[in-house]
């Protein structure tokens, strides 16, 4: 259980979204020393629109208005040098050698809780608290990373990678609830933000279309988004694409039709610019390489029976760790599943607890089935 | 611990007497002033009494004062309606100002550049002063108007208006001077000093936000901005805020009435709160030192703090402050009069006081006790 109920100086990383607001109603409630702060992470003001400068962003204006019904300082902090080099950054350069990158996962593994750790220590805080869908067990000496009580919800997906010393500041006060009961408790307390919908796309993709900034960044006619062959995994050349960064791994949209069946794209070969699609069981793999795995606590043996996951909401699949070194890891699963594209987030489980994760390396092919 | 105000650069609480002033014109006074029926009559004798105590305050014509929405619009009116009189006249505007001015003017001037204008920036001088001798060479470029700020709103040091205001009559180039800071501050009399535009705002002398007035000399040519029913002589179109009008004329009669027993108040708090700073902060750095300066503004640097962290902590010990200069959002951003007036040297976290009428010398002292204090912890955390 977490110590909630001891009071203590919290800070509370407010997103203006329904979640994180009630996060900071609770601890409120719960009679801890709340502060409010929301990280500016880019400059929201697009190219010569004044229409929507950072200053009005929605998101801080709602959570400074909930911070004010609840009566709690609120705190803007600025975050966007940071997050341009740790998170916009890497997207692009993930994107440019045919990966598919996490950019949430990247700001919370460098951005955000780095920086909330050290504002926290500079205002006198004890506590650590965001609206995620996760939950922390303190045990006496070691504090571990859980799954949210709401499975649907669980965000454990995007937290593999923070810094292990920093759980045992951390408070999650809605892992324990589900998505409804978050929204009825918020709209019980009149919280502004009750009824906001989720928010999908990547905050500094507000359009959901991430070509323009790859264009904007990128050097021009970078390969990635130059013209390429779409190829069958035999070479045959079936088509052409407008640039790899557009296609990741499990793809099925954006590759034309007359193949008598449905095709996806099995791998991005950002040296030939060329895009490999299949079939659906030509996805199927049996084994996952991780690169420079993350552990929260001790590395796992090898042979242990593990579980990862793959994708936000995912499955976890069973699976043995066959091979680990500081380098790589290497997992292999019980059952096959289709792949997923590297530069993803695999998140390593033992039941609901987070044991750690890294990113995904290039596809491993699965042993040939012998008859 | 009580709370502290120290910010009266950003805004004021309106006072009594102005709340007072503006009481009948809500809902018992509420006519439009341009009808013709006794409503609209009385609203418009309200409008023109307050127009008549602003030019009394300010030693100018009553039909020289503009009824606008804030220093901003105020501003505005003055950089971009020059520009378009002289686009209208065939040719290119050109908009001199100072690196010192409020956004206002400078997003203004660099929108005259935008629209195919120019616009030249004259530099300070280390204490924050404009240099004078980059004027005498901007005449060169015949410019459309000349703009420089009369106080500064972040370090609170005075311009030479005067002295800029002869050299651009002798070149026969109209002045500007956005007056915000001044208003109650210091003496301002357009009698005195023969300007040809002033912007003034209500909100920084105790009035009601959301009023201003820009005062245009008889014979200025300016063009609106925006239009609609012809109203403040087509310059400012728009159904007037009779109360905020009232309340503006209210404000400024008062301010500039106190304004020479203000400043003596102001000066002594000033000197005293750099006492009681540099005695805990030897380090710390008075901007705009050397110059003369409007005393209800202090901006200090004090090294090796978070900008940011510094603003948030103050706020937690209890006093209102501002950093170099604040976004709409309360995150801080750097300082272009800082960067002005120092150039490529990294510029220290930075705290602006400004003190208001109603501050004491007890507010004083405290503020400056919960500086230090905080800036010991901060030292402290960052070791």
């Known amino acids: 259980m977490t110590r909630a109920s001891v009071p203590r100086r919290t800070l509370v990383a407010m997103s203006g979204g329904v979640d994180s607001s009630l996060a900071a109603a609770l601890l409120v409630e719960a009679g801890h020393d709340v502060i409010g702060a929301t990280m500016k992470t880019f400059c929201y003001s697009g190219g010569t629109t004044h229409a929507r400068s950072c200053c009005g962003l929605d998101g801080i204006v709602d959570a400074r208005l909930v911070a004010d019904r609840l009566g709690i300082p609120h705190y803007v902090f600025d975050v966007e040098e940071d997050f341009t080099r740790d998170v916009i950054d890497d997207f692009v350069s993930e994107y440019a050698r045919g990966h598919t990158p996490n950019p949430c996962v990247r700001c919370n593994s460098y951005t955000k809780f780095g920086d909330l750790r050290r504002r926290a220590r500079e205002l006198g805080c004890d506590a650590i608290a965001t609206g995620h869908y996760v939950r922390v067990r303190h045990d006496p000496g070691v504090s571990r990373l859980l799954r949210g009580r709401d499975h649907a919800k669980d965000q454990a997906y995007f937290l593999w990678g923070v810094d292990p010393s920093i759980l045992p500041d951390l408070e999650f006060p809605v892992g324990e609830l589900t998505k409804s009961e978050v929204r009825e408790r918020a709209r019980a307390l009149g919280l502004v933000t009750a009824d906001k919908p989720e928010s999908q796309e990547i905050c500094f993709v507000p359009t959901g279309d991430y070509r323009d900034l790859l264009e904007k960044r990128l050097a021009p006619r970078h390969p990635a988004l130059e013209p390429g062959p779409l190829v069958l995994e035999d070479g045959t050349v079936v088509g052409e694409h407008d640039g790899y960064s557009a296609f990741t791994v499990g793809q099925r949209r954006g590759l034309g039709g007359g193949f008598g069946r449905p095709m996806f794209v099995l791998e991005v070969r950002p040296e030939t610019r060329e895009v490999v699609i299949g079939p659906r069981e030509a996805l199927a793999i049996d084994r996952v390489r991780i690169e420079t795995p993350h552990w929260h606590g001790a590395p796992p043996d090898e042979g242990s029976r593990v579980a990862v996951q793959m994708r936000h909401r995912g499955d976890a699949h069973a699976c043995r760790v066959t091979h680990a070194d500081p380098e790589t890891l290497l997992l292999t699963l019980d059952a096959r599943c289709p792949a997923v594209a590297p530069g993803q987030s695999a998140v390593i489980f033992d039941g609901d607890e987070v044991l750690g994760g890294g990113r995904i390396a290039a596809r491993l092919r699965p042993a040939p089935v012998s008859v | ?383």
């Not at chain 2, 378009?84 to 550049?113: F, N, Y």
Request: glycine share 10%.
């Open chain 2, 1 to 383: 611990m009580d709370p502290i105000y120290l910010d009266h650069a950003a805004t004021t609480p309106m006072r009594a007497e102005v709340r007072e002033a503006m009481a009948p014109y809500h809902s018992e006074v509420f006519g439009n002033p341009s009808s013709t029926h006794r409503w609209g009559r009385q609203a418009q004798a309200a409008l023109e009494r307050a127009r008549g105590r602003v030019a009394d305050a300010l030693g100018v014509e009553r039909r020289e004062v503009v009824f606008v929405r804030g220093g901003t619009e105020s501003d505005n009116l003055a950089l971009l309606g020059r520009a378009d009189a002289t686009r209208s006249g065939q040719q290119t505007p050109c908009i001199v100002t100072s690196a010192i001015e409020h956004k206002a003017v400078l997003d203004a001037a660099r929108s005259v550049e935008v629209d195919g204008g120019r616009a030249i920036v004259l530099p300070v001088d280390g204490s924050g002063v404009v240099d004078l001798d980059t004027l005498d060479l901007a005449f060169d470029a015949s410019p459309s108007l000349v703009s420089v700020m009369w106080v500064n709103n972040e370090i609170g040091v005075v311009q030479p208006i005067e002295e800029i205001v002869e050299r651009c009559r002798h070149h026969g180039v109209p002045v500007h001077s956005d007056g915000v800071q001044a208003i109650g501050k210091i003496p301002v009399r357009l009698d005195d000093v023969p300007l040809d535009l002033l912007s003034i705002s209500g909100h920084k002398v105790c009035g009601p936000k959301s009023s201003g007035a820009l005062f245009v000399r008889a014979g200025t040519e300016l063009h609106a901005r925006i239009h609609g029913g012809g109203q403040e002589g087509g310059l400012r179109p728009g159904t007037q805020d009779v109360a905020g009008a009232v309340g503006l004329a209210e404000a400024v009669t008062l301010a500039v009435a106190e304004a020479a027993s203000a400043r003596t108040h102001y000066l002594e708090l000033r000197d005293r709160l750099i006492d009681r700073l540099r005695a805990a902060l030897p380090d710390l750095r008075v901007h705009g030192a050397g110059a003369e300066v409007a005393g209800h503004i202090l901006s200090v640097g004090i090294p090796g703090l978070s900008p940011e962290m510094l603003m948030i902590s103050l706020d937690m010990e209890g006093l209102a402050v501002s950093g170099g200069s604040a976004c709409q959002s309360g995150s801080t951003s750097e300082s272009h009069v800082l960067r002005a007036i120092y150039g490529n040297e990294a510029i220290a976290a930075t705290i602006r006081y400004s003190f208001g009428r109603t501050t004491t010398r007890d507010e004083i002292e405290e503020a400056a006790e919960r500086t230090a204090r905080v800036v010991q912890k901060l030292r402290v955390d960052a070791i």
